[in-house]
C-alpha cells in the first residue's frame, strides 16, 4: 500500500469510525469532507471536542450530562419540586425536554436491569433513585423508561420498589400523533384501544 | 425549554451534525457516546482534529490529501513513472489504493464537469493535468472516472484534449466479483456480454 506511515488522517478515520452511526466508509467521506471545510468546520469542531472534554460531567444529582456539577435542570427554580420523571437514559431526558411537556424534575438510570449483561440495581442510579424519594419529599414518581421488554422489567423492578412511599405513573401507551393505524403493530393498537377516551 | 444557555455540549452536537451521513439524532448519540469514552475516545479525536485541521494539504502536484507539500505517492520512488491515472475524488484514489492493483501515479480532478453547476475545466484540475502530461513524459492515461453521466462527461471531454498526446483507457465494465445477474442492472450485464472474454 502506498500510505505505510499511519499519517494523521489515518488516524483520525480510525476514531471517528468508532462512533456510532459511522463505519470506516462514511469515516473517510466524513474527514474528507472536514477537511475541504478545515477552516469552518474541522477547526471549531477540535476546539468544540475539547471544550467537550474538559468540562463535561454527569450531574450528581440526577445523572443528567452537562457542564456543571449541578446540572441546569436540577438547579433550576422555576420547576417543579415533588415530581420526578425517571428515564432510562440521558438521550431520554433530552428527548422528554425537547417535548417541552414536563416541568419536573429528572432521574437518569443509566441503562436496564440486564441479568444477561450482569446489569443489577447497583450498576444503575436506583439507590440514589430511593436517597431523592426519601429526601427531596417526591410525591409522584413518573416511569418514563422505553417500552422495551428490559424497559419494561426494570420500569417493574422500581415500581416494586417503591410503590409503598410514592404514587406512580407511567407514559400512556396509544397512537402516535401523526400515526397510521395500518402501519401501526398490533400490540399498540390494542394498547390504545383498551386505552380508549370517551368523546 | 431547560437549555436556555447554548453550552459547549449543544455547540458540539450543531457541529457534528453538519457532518455528511449524520443528522441531528444521530449527532446527539454520538456526543452522549464521546462524552461517556471521554478519555479513551473524545479526548484523541479532539486532537486528532487539531493535528490535521493545522496540517492537511492538497498535494501539489496531484491533488491527493496527505500532510506533506508533495503527497507519499508522488514522491514514491518505487512507483511506475509514465502511467497517470485520472480520478474524480480523492476518495477515489483511495478506494484504487486498497485495491492495491495499480503502481503508478495519480491525478485527483477535484469533481466533474457540470454546465447545470458552473463547473467548467478551469474550476478543475484539468489544466494541471496537461501540464503533467507535457512535463513528466506520461506515456498512458487511465481514466478512472465513476460510471456516472457527469463523469463520462468529463472522461470524454479528458480525451478530447489528450488523445494526440497519450495512449488512452478507461477501467472495464463488466460483472462485479461476487456479483449475481440477476441483481445487476440491464447496462452492465450488456456491456458485460459485449466486453466478454474467450476461455
Known amino acids: 500500500m502506498s500510505r505505510p506511515n499511519r499519517s494523521e488522517i489515518d488516524t483520525l478515520i480510525d476514531l ?3 462512533l456510532p452511526g459511522l463505519g470506516p466508509r462514511s469515516a473517510r467521506r466524513a474527514v474528507l469532507f472536514l ?3 478545515r477552516g469552518i468546520l474541522l477547526q471549531p469542531l477540535a476546539e468544540a471536542m475539547q471544550a467537550v472534554a474538559q468540562n463535561a460531567r454527569e450531574c450528581l444529582n440526577c445523572g443528567n450530562v452537562g457542564t456543571t456539577e449541578i446540572c441546569e435542570i436540577c438547579s433550576d427554580d422555576t420547576r417543579a419540586n415533588g415530581l420526578l420523571c425517571v428515564v432510562e437514559d440521558v438521550a ?9 411537556a414536563f416541568r419536573g ?3 437518569v438510570l443509566g441503562g436496564t436491569l440486564s441479568a444477561l449483561d450482569g446489569v443489577g440495581p447497583d450498576e444503575l442510579r436506583i439507590p440514589q433513585l430511593k436517597d431523592r424519594i426519601a429526601g427531596e419529599e417526591i410525591t409522584e414518581v413518573i416511569l418514563a423508561l422505553n417500552q422495551t ?9 422500581i415500581a416494586d420498589q417503591i410503590e409503598d412511599r410514592v404514587a406512580l405513573s407511567s407514559l400512556a401507551q396509544g397512537v402516535p ?11 399498540t ?5 383498551n386505552a380508549r377516551k370517551r368523546l
Open 16 to 18: 471517528l469510525a468508532r
Open 35 to 37: 477537511i475541504r471545510k
Open 92 to 100: 431520554d431526558l433530552w428527548a422528554m425536554e425537547r417535548a417541552g
Open 105 to 107: 424534575r429528572y432521574h
Open 149 to 157: 421488554v428490559d424497559g419494561q422489567t426494570t420500569a417493574h423492578y
Open 177 to 187: 400523533i401523526g400515526g397510521e393505524l395500518d402501519y401501526l403493530d398490533d400490540g
Open 189 to 193: 393498537i390494542g394498547a390504545a384501544l
